[in-house]
């Protein structure tokens, strides 16, 4: 039986750290691969506080006010999220970001714009199944900002049932982009030598994954950086950032198998019709 992995990040204020999060279920940040530098100004770090403390995810700009993100990222998300695009958040610890005067409340939008801050109220889709239904899993959320983005050009999202055509054994030899703030598996710089997700330095990256298979909810990529056809996969911190394909926003980083994150990954398809619909909600009003 499969153990999932939720790709997310929980951020731990009271040491200004990042450390690494898994239970049943979403997913993190990108495993080898590049760092990204300005190749994908329209990708975005979420930060946003829930019960259980502060967690970050990865975002896309869709829309001037827009963001493009998992709903295990926004359905349990109390107060304001706070969005960035830059490529570089932090080389070291600690990361910089803002902590909440009140936790349990989440950032207000006050807050936020104080430290300079993008900001907006978090929406999942209303018949997101948590990863019980593999069905109808519709872990896709959005970020309203409350204040539009003039400067940075939006990702241009697939169609419906563009990746049909990319079925076996088509898919197979279909590379994906995928993109994100999550964790880096590689040896620590001390201690112990054995590879594990590392929170710094914290920057957006991007792999390039082949194909595997393909549901009427999923895609699934090899992530594992031994693949001679990709460049490596996503980890912790990279849950709701895209994955391209010719230029187009096709899914959205879901979950994992391992917490070594050097497997398959799972993403959620953002070109079907439950997805499209209620994306629509948004884009166009």
Known sequence: MHTWIKRMTVAVA????????????????????????NGHPNVGLI????????????????????ILTAAHCTADTVGETLV?????????????????????AGYTAAELQAAGYLHGVAHAHP?????????NWNDVGVIVLDAPVANITPAVIAPVGYLNAYAQPVLNQTIFTSVGYGTEVRKPDSGKQKPTPQSYPLI??????????????ILQVNGNIH??????????????GPTFLNGRVVTVTSYGYTDNCRYLDGMQRVDIPSVATWLATYLHP
């Open 14 to 37: 009271s040491a200004g750290l990042l450390s690494a999060v898994t239970g049943v279920a979403p997913a993190t940040a990108i495993t080898g691969g590049m760092a990204d530098g």
């Open 47 to 66: 930060l946003f506080y829930e019960a259980a403390g502060r967690f970050r995810c990865t975002g896309t700009l869709v829309s001037p006010t827009v």
């Open 84 to 104: 960035t695009f830059n490529s570089v958040i932090a080389e070291q610890p600690p990361s910089g970001f803002p902590v909440a005067a009140d936790a349990t």
């Open 127 to 135: 018949n997101y199944s948590n990863f019980t239904d593999l069905d």
């Open 204 to 217: 957006r990256r991007y792999a390039d994954e082949p194909g595997q298979k393909l549901t009427g909810q």
């Open 227 to 240: 693949d001679t056809r990709g460049t490596g996969g996503t980890c912790f911190g990279d849950s709701g």
